[in-house]
């Protein structure tokens, strides 16, 4: 049976620690190690977790954000999964469709990650460290978290996952595997994060890797929403309502699966808001495009004359 080593970056002493640890220590077949790092050699969540590998002692290494409280079963479904698959090298979760704090950003971004993750299940091409799990020799040879890259929380799980998949290792997706995020969400934090901490470094790897990744919201679904989204935000500018009616029908048409589980689980107005937030979302990955093209250049430029 596989010994597990759960690993929570915590430098950042954050309020809900209590409450995750709590929840990983009463699971059913707790992991035999848990380390909370609170001090690492670098900053930023990836620098901790690598720190937490290092100290590790167990066969497999589960990753638990500080802000995620795990479901009884998880450590059991974990090892269920690595005894049954000596090929499996990774396997990620999902967060619930019950997330305890309250607001309309939040109750969106929670349940759209919940979404998206539950309607991607089996091998995948990337990775989530907010509940995830890999087995220690893999993350080991594969060098970690790009700590030196990723300084602040942002895509070091995706980058991971990505070489982890050019190596030819199985990575999966059970949606089954899931937690409860007691994140708070406000609006401006969640357009920071889908473009400076995801949008923008995720269009960098994709760039530098050369490939057109379709991965759980890289998929020809999103990118049709985008362009949606943007094509509403250009009749708005420009006063042609026939523009944004066609480009809000498309859009709903488009996701009407997710916007029927925000209306379950919300209700008819802040589903309605919903597919606001979703559009916005949409075009901050839109924005991210060209952002990350800058980027890329004036590094390029700084490189040059250095």
Wanted: glycine share 8%.
């Amino acid at each position: 049976m596989a010994r597990i080593s759960v690993i929570v970056p915590a430098t950042n002493e954050p309020a809900t620690l209590d409450a995750c640890t709590l929840a990983i220590r009463q699971a059913a077949e707790p992991p035999e190690e848990l380390i909370v790092v609170t001090e690492a050699p670098g900053p930023g969540p990836a620098a901790a977790r690598n720190e937490g590998a290092r100290r590790a002692i167990g066969d497999v290494l589960v990753f638990v954000d500080a802000d995620v409280v795990v479901h009884e079963d998880v450590f059991a479904r974990i090892r269920a999964a690595f005894d049954g698959d000596v090929g499996l090298a990774a396997v990620f979760g999902s967060y619930d469709d019950s997330p305890t704090a309250d607001g309309v950003v939040t109750e969106f971004r929670n349940l759209l990650h919940h979404f998206v993750h539950q309607s991607s299940p089996g091998e995948a091409t990337t990775f989530w460290a907010g509940l995830g799990a890999i087995r220690r020799e893999v993350f080991m040879a594969a060098g970690g978290f790009d700590s030196r890259r990723y300084r602040e929380p942002s895509v070091e799980d995706i980058e991971l996952g990505m070489r982890l998949s050019e190596a030819g290792r199985k990575v999966v997706l059970d949606p089954e595997l899931q937690g409860t995020h007691l994140k708070t969400w406000s609006l401006g934090q969640m357009l920071k994060t889908d473009l400076v901490r995801r949008g923008i470094p995720w269009v960098e790897l994709l760039l530098e890797r050369g490939g057109s990744s379709r991965a759980l919201n890289l998929g020809w679904r999103h990118r049709l929403s985008a362009a949606l989204s943007l094509l509403a935000a250009g009749g708005i500018a420009t006063r042609r309502v026939h523009l944004v009616w066609a480009s809000v029908v498309g859009l709903v048409a488009l996701n009407r699966r997710f916007y029927a589980f925000l209306w379950r689980r919300q209700g008819v107005t802040r589903a309605a808001t919903g597919v606001l937030l979703h559009a916005l979302h949409h075009l901050t990955a839109v924005a991210s495009v060209p952002a990350a093209l800058v980027a890329r250049q004036l590094r390029a430029r700084q490189n040059d004359t250095s």
